[in-house]
């Protein structure tokens, strides 16, 4: 387990099913309901309240800690884990294997510098391979996780509040002081002011303890006609320009993740504004298509449509390959993205950041005469979807309308 990644699947189950990381940890459970949980001492003494304090409606019919032991390199342990597995066999043929679920990218990324607890119980399990099948269920744990009961969107709320109240409270007044006052800032220096109050909330006056809050990633500022759209980008240390600005950023709250990115127009030339206005028609025309039964395939289907509805075909091709994914503990759900081509359905309980843009839109030679640098430039609009739930936050500046949508379906 890299616990530099906060997003492994292996640290999102432990947060889904315990509400705590248990890095060093092996946990089995079986088709019987039988679950095995090996680790330190100290942390088979945090699951024992769960031993004999099952929900009657549990499907969990039983859990066995096994604590670690260096004396014997858990040779016992791996034995017990692996009786277990092969009593799994119990009517099967004998040419069926045994499958047993595994997160393959970490399973195979996983080395014996990396973690030898994990590297033992691999190398049990490969010596075995004659009988025993491993299977990726990463997918299959990504959509049981995405349907949220009242708990959970009750912390996806509240982290979305949380990011809204920072772009609202931090991000856009310091943005309007900066250019009122002409002050020069670089856009690393205006993203780490935005993470450290999203670790810090109190800065902006809000009351929620920092010890159940952290960013979702780092902030991404952009201007001067460089924007990279994906998530993967980074805010450099170029100072601030007052032309297309844009920012994301994200904040979890007791682990439950949000999103949100804004474009600031800064005196666009009409031709800019134009597309941003086609922009928000078609992220309205995305956003009707999100409801449970339709396809995920119908938002990008519904994007193009309303391109082709508004003759700007030129678009479609600035569009990026998904407009979006679920969203919850884990931040990004490479299963469910908002995708041409993915068939998973919409249902009651999940969570979807919609993520509409369109990057490298080439300025007509008017247009360019208007802008100091007259490069191409990146519009984002980005919305957070929550199911059975219903905020609507009006925010007027002096800068740009910025609307947050929080919808029920």
């Known amino acids: 387990m890299n616990m530099d990644d906060p997003y492994l699947k292996s640290i999102i189950i432990q947060q889904y099913l315990f509400g705590y990381e248990l890095p060093d940890t092996i946990i089995l459970l079986t088709d019987s309901g039988h679950l095995l949980f090996m680790a330190t001492k100290k942390k088979c003494e945090f699951m024992q309240a769960a031993v004999d304090n099952r929900p009657r409606s549990s499907k969990i019919t039983k859990i066995t800690l096994l604590e670690r032991n260096k004396e014997d390199s858990n ?8 009786n277990e597995v092969k009593s799994s066999r119990d009517g099967l043929e004998d040419k069926d294997k045994v499958k047993i679920g595994v997160f393959t990218k970490e399973w195979d990324d996983n ?7 994990v590297s033992g119980w691999q190398g049990q399990i490969d010596d075995e391979s004659e009988t025993i099948e491993k299977v990726d269920v990463s997918s299959a744990v990504g959509f049981v996780m995405m349907i949220k009961d009242a708990t959970e969107l009750d912390c996806m709320k509240k982290s979305s509040v949380l990011s809204n109240k920072v772009l609202k409270h931090l991000f856009i007044p310091k943005l ?3 250019i009122d006052k002409e002050i020069s800032i670089t856009h690393e220096d205006l993203a780490e002011e935005v993470n450290g109050t999203i670790e810090e909330p109190s800065k902006i006056k809000l009351k929620v303890p920092s010890d159940i809050v952290r960013t979702a990633y780092y902030p991404i500022i952009q201007s001067g006609g460089q924007h990279d759209i994906r998530l993967s980008a980074t805010s450099n240390d170029q100072p601030l320009k007052y032309d297309v600005i844009t920012v994301s950023f994200g904040a979890t709250y007791q682990n439950y993740c949000s999103n949100i990115a804004r474009t600031f127009l800064i005196d666009p030339p009409k031709e800019v504004s134009d597309t941003y206005e086609t922009l928000l028609a078609v992220h309205d025309a995305c956003l009707s298509a999100m409801k449970p039964g339709n396809t995920l395939k119908t938002v990008y289907a ?24 679920a969203i919850g503990i884990d931040f990004r759900d490479s299963a469910l ?6 068939n998973a359905k919409f249902q ?13 839109i080439e300025l007509s030679s008017k247009a360019k005469a208007s802008v100091k640098d007259g490069s191409a430039v990146s519009v984002i609009f980005f919305i957070l979807l929550t199911k059975n ?14 609307l947050i949508f929080f919808i029920a379906i």
Not at 111 to 117: A, E, F, G, H, V
Not at 389 to 402: A, E, G, K, M
Request: aromatic content about 10%.
């Open 302 to 325: 519904a994007a193009l449509q309303k391109l082709d509805d508004e003759g700007r075909k030129d678009l479609v091709k600035k569009l990026p390959k998904n407009l979006g994914f």
């Open 75 to 82: 040779a016992q342990n791996y034995s017990i884990l692996m």
């Open 389 to 402: 739930s219903i905020f609507f936050f009006y925010i007027p500046t002096i800068l740009n309308v910025l």
């Open 111 to 117: 080395t014996k510098t990396k973690n030898p607890l």
């Open 348 to 360: 009651t309980g999940m969570t979807f950041n919609l993520c509409v843009g369109f990057s490298d």
């Open 337 to 342: 993205t908002l995708s041409s081509k993915n």
């Open 176 to 178: 309007e002081d900066v």
